[in-house]
């Protein structure tokens, strides 16, 4: 094998393994975006700040991950009400989305190593809103918590 067959393959399977990643995180942002809408669709219509199919505007490129940031920010606003409708304790998870919001933003800043120093932990905020997502829609979706009209 001469180097340049050497390159090609080297090449190509570098490119099937970038997309293969891009094509996981883009599953996994749809399983959790679907898990946003489900937690909005738990807060009372009065106390939804948006209308839960409002999510997938994120998939928009370019103004989708400033729609995000927002959106789960107000997510979390309409669970803490929905919370404290119910007597419930909570916070909706406020502080972990600001802190979520505000790690995706510094992974914009082209100053120096910011992006680099806060995709590690902007990820683990991001893993860590899921769960926290899924369980309060979990919560506020069984039989001994929903309203009855």
């Not at 409708?85 to 933003?105: E, H, M, N, Q």
């Not at 800043?109 to 990820?123: F, I």
């Not at 926290?132 to 069984?142: D, I, K, V």
Request: glycine share 4%; aromatic share 14%; net charge positive.
């Amino acid at each position: 094998m001469n180097p340049a067959e050497v390159f090609n393959h080297l090449s190509a399977t570098g490119s099937m393994v970038f997309f293969a990643v891009v094509a996981v995180f883009f599953v996994a942002n749809l399983l959790y975006y679907r898990t946003l809408q489900r937690a909005m669709k738990t807060v009372s219509p009065e106390l939804r700040p948006f209308p839960p199919a409002l999510v997938w505007l994120a998939l928009v490129p370019l103004i989708g991950l400033f729609w995000y940031m927002a959106y789960i920010v107000w997510l979390s606003v309409g669970l803490r009400r929905e919370l404290r409708k119910r007597t419930l304790p909570g916070d909706g998870a406020l502080f972990l989305s600001v802190i979520t919001a505000a790690l995706f933003l510094l992974c914009l800043v082209p100053y120096g190593n910011a992006a680099a120093l806060a995709a590690l932990p902007a990820l683990g905020c991001w893993t860590l809103h899921w769960v926290r997502m899924a369980t309060l829609a979990r919560q506020l979706s069984e039989p001994d918590y929903l309203l009855v009209d």
